[in-house]
């Protein structure tokens, strides 16, 4: 076991969105449903997404999601970036510079590896201009950001 697992509290969709949430990446899967009763709604539910545990627990509505908390997603591809961005976004909203929340108000980075790249290029200039770029940017645009860049 890992020994810091993120913990999600939802009001009573736990079971949903971690069965949601291990649709979307490849290597992941439910470990375990904990109910209170035979039939009864889930408790808490423990989940893995491509190696790493969390635990989503049904807690009711005295809190909720905010963007101070969000999952980074590293993205090889502009495929996986528009494909993670549309199924996350449905239910949900855009918002800028790779983020967005998902129907259950849970904020997500979708970031292509390339963002990096560009943003830490050793000329200053491309660094900027592709920074610059990302501002204007709800859901990240490779192919838009190296233009931009200039390379």
């Known amino acids: 076991m890992q020994k810091i697992t993120t913990f999600l509290w939802f009001d009573d969709q736990a079971e949903e969105a971690a069965s949601f949430y291990t649709s979307l990446f490849a290597d992941s899967r439910i470990v375990e449903v904990q109910r209170r009763g035979d039939g009864e709604p889930a408790m808490m539910v423990t989940f893995e997404l491509t190696g790493q545990r969390f635990l989503a627990l049904n807690g009711g509505p005295a809190y909720r999601f905010t963007e101070a908390v969000s999952l980074y997603v590293d993205c090889e591809t502009q495929e996986e970036v528009d494909e993670l961005w549309a ?3 449905e239910g949900g909203e855009d918002s800028q510079c790779g983020w967005l929340k998902d129907r259950w108000g849970l904020s997500w980075q ?9 943003l830490t290029h050793p000329d200053p200039a491309t660094a900027q201009r592709a920074a610059q770029a990302m501002m204007g ?5 490779i192919k838009a950001l ?3 860049a200039g390379v």
């Open 137 to 141: 940017m709800q859901k990240i645009d």
């Open 87 to 89: 199924r996350l976004t």
């Open 110 to 118: 979708i970031i292509p590896r390339r963002l990096s790249e560009l």
């Open 146 to 148: 190296e233009q931009a």
